[in-house]
């Protein structure tokens, strides 16, 4: 049972399902547990949060017992900052800076996410798709957005 | 059985749904749908999380019928880009591509396009008539179901929906778990306590689910995507030149598409089910049935025919269990309870009693959408070609900026953006880890429901668990729960689900 040899897939979903189940159901004490016929909110959410742990116990376990140690795959950082990233700055900038700036940022910042990125291409994009949208959500669906800084 | 009953509330359906709006929404739909479902790396999940925003502010009828279109858009745009492109738009397409690809490069992408789109049709008809004449009795079957009935159902569902997945089940139940738990953030009904709210009020009203599935199936799988290729993939577009199969291709697909929706409409109803084994189990017995197997894999007109309208006939079937019992019986299903909740209706049995023109109404549009998806895609398959010669990195910041729009007029909040962000990077790290996200999104549906129904159930029996055994209908869920749980250990069964596995990858 050597530590190099697990399955790190299933060791690292265990740990993940171990950590989720303890938060869940440590955090739950601090709500009223009731009892089985009248059942608090910490009821609930303290069996579901149990049996999670459980299970990612059984994973760890299964990922030293491994014969094919099977490597999940490298994390593409620059794919997953870029995107989560752009996310995160549209959503910063939706009510200060207004939808076309937002759009914009958010489509250049995921650009650079991608594997082969031009510029003409993406400065196409960053001005043709804001404007597609708020063709389409602003005036076609009339949803209320706020469009320029400005405005 | 009622036929007359049947009769005369289809004729009250298609009055609903031939209304000029309902028609128009419905087309808005089915041809929104396409286009995203053509679209290569966004399944029919993706694209309906991404257009459930739409329709927000549409009355609930239109609106569903809009959803409907959108799913069966998806799902269609999803066999099209297999057979032209040898990519499968969604998972129930990989079977498509094996036979689909290989018609399309002896320059018979045409027949195979439009055999796949007659037999798609056959089969929505067929599960539109299905759904008409055994909607009414289960619904009421479903009123008698009592709160210990509703959880075992709930419990068998869930089950069922790992076991007949792919991957491994412990993962799978672990996700549906968190998917639960996710599920009750917010007030508790009861205590009217806000559970794991941490102060956030936009989280006292719980997660929204919406924007988990845009996270998951959207921003998730773009982060996959953008990683597994590293250069530019050369698409090669296979050419359509005639339309029009060949007296002798349709002689040969008739069969199959019999076969196939047949084996669709099963596993359509069958709670828990993807369209994935329909189409694979159909693949499997078009060969076994074939005089010449070796065929197969070589172009072969009924391994295009038999799945893809085992395909449909199981997309179509598997609205009975959400509108006769309330049950989603996958992620899409999970999104259309969650659109329908957001119109203020909640799925179930009474929808059909106390809203039997939203209730036929969509039936009957179904059966439209089809149509037009027959009559729209054939001629429109050029433009649908050109679609798919837009590079990835071109199509991908353009795909982000949708779901973030959309993400964020679920309540005019950058709330949900950031909710999106969470579970994208979520997603990401569970699928790099072998746990699938669809599995977690119906928990999330189905947390709030099972909780309510288990404190009910627990409630009258005064705390005696016993309840759920003891009732026959429920006993004979949990029973069913428990043999399909053995069924995985099987060595046989475990062979097909790693099959199955490896086709979703």
């Given at each position: 049972m050597a530590f190099h040899n697990r399955d790190r897939k299933d060791f690292n979903a265990g740990i993940m399902y171990m950590v989720i189940g303890g938060f869940f159901a440590g955090f739950a004490t601090n709500y009223p547990m009731g009892t089985a016929v009248r059942m608090g909110p910490a009821y609930f959410p303290t069996i579901l949060g149990a049996l999670l742990v459980f299970l990612g116990v059984v994973l760890l376990f299964r990922s030293f017992g491994a014969t094919d140690a099977e490597l999940p795959t490298k994390t593409h950082w620059r794919p997953l900052l870029c995107i989560i990233g752009a996310a995160c700055l549209f959503a910063a900038l939706?009510?200060?800076?207004?939808m076309v700036v937002a759009s914009a940022v958010m489509m250049l910042v995921g650009a650079f996410g991608g594997w082969d990125f031009r510029w003409k291409e993406q400065l196409i994009g960053m001005i043709v798709m804001p404007a597609v949208c708020v063709g389409i959500?602003?005036?076609?669906?009339?949803?209320p957005f706020k469009l320029f800084p400005w405005s | 059985m009622d036929f007359s009953s049947v009769f005369s509330n289809l004729i009250l359906g298609f009055t609903v749904a031939m209304s000029a709006q309902n028609l128009l929404y419905c087309f808005i739909g089915c041809l929104l749908g396409t286009l995203i479902g053509v679209l290569p790396g966004i399944g029919p999940v993706a694209t309906i999380a991404m257009l459930l925003p739409i329709t927000f502010n549409l009355p609930p009828i239109p609106a569903l019928i809009m959803l409907a279109g959108i799913y069966y858009g998806a799902s269609y745009g999803g066999s099209t880009t297999a057979i032209l492109v040898n990519l499968p738009g969604e998972s129930s397409s990989v079977v498509t591509c094996i036979d689909g690809y290989q018609m399309g490069r002896q320059g018979r992408a045409g027949p195979a396009l439009a055999i796949a789109a007659l037999g798609s049709f056959f089969a929505g008809c067929v599960g539109t008539v299905l759904i008409a004449l055994f909607g009414p009795p289960l619904a009421e079957l479903a009123f008698e179901f009592g709160a210990a009935e509703y959880f075992s159902m709930m419990v068998l569902g869930l089950i069922a929906a790992v076991v007949l997945a792919s991957g491994s089940l412990i993962k799978a139940i672990g996700m549906i778990v968190i998917g639960l738990l996710g599920g009750i953030v917010g007030t508790d009904v009861n205590s009217g306590i806000a559970r794991y709210s941490f102060g956030v009020s936009e989280l006292s009203d719980g997660i929204g689910f919406v924007s988990v599935a845009m996270g998951m199936f959207g921003f998730g799988e773009i982060i996959s995507n953008l990683g597994q290729t590293s250069e530019t993939k050369h698409i090669e577009v296979s050419k359509v030149h005639s339309l029009m199969p060949t007296w002798e291709d349709i002689k040969v697909s008739i069969g199959p598409i019999m076969r196939g929706t047949a084996l669709g409409t099963i596993f359509g109803i069958l709670p828990g089910s993807h369209t994935v084994i329909a189409s694979f189990s159909s693949y499997t017995l078009e060969k076994k049935l074939a005089k010449d197997p070796s065929r197969f894999g070589k172009g072969a007109i009924e391994g295009v025919a038999g799945p893809e309208s085992a395909n449909n006939a199981s997309a179509q079937t598997c609205f009975i269990p959400l509108l006769?019992?309330?049950?989603?019986?996958?992620a899409v299903m999970a999104l259309m309870v969650g659109a329908m909740t957001i119109q203020g209706i909640a799925p179930g049995p009474q929808v059909m009693t106390q809203k039997p023109d939203l209730f036929w109404g969509m039936i009957a549009s179904m059966w439209i959408g089809n149509l037009m998806l027959v009559i729209l895609n054939l001629p429109l398959i050029g433009m649908w070609v050109q679609f798919l010669k837009i590079p990835y990195r071109v199509l991908f910041p353009s795909i982000l900026l949708f779901i973030a729009i959309g993400a964020y007029s679920i309540n005019n909040s950058p709330f949900e953006v950031y909710m999106a962000a969470l579970f994208g990077f979520f997603g990401y790290y569970a699928s790099k880890w072998g746990c699938e996200a669809a599995p977690l999104i119906l928990g999330f549906v189905l947390g709030p429901l099972m909780e309510e129904n288990l404190r009910r159930a627990m409630l009258i029996s005064r705390g005696d668990p016993s309840v759920f055994f003891t009732r026959p209908i429920s006993l004979g869920m949990l029973l069913v729960s428990f043999a399909l749980l053995l069924m995985v250990v099987m060595p046989q069964f475990q062979k097909k689900r790693e099959i199955l596995a490896e086709a979703d990858d």
């Open positions: 939706i009510g200060p800076a207004g959500f602003y005036y076609g669906l009339g949803l | 006769t019992l309330g049950i989603p019986t996958g």
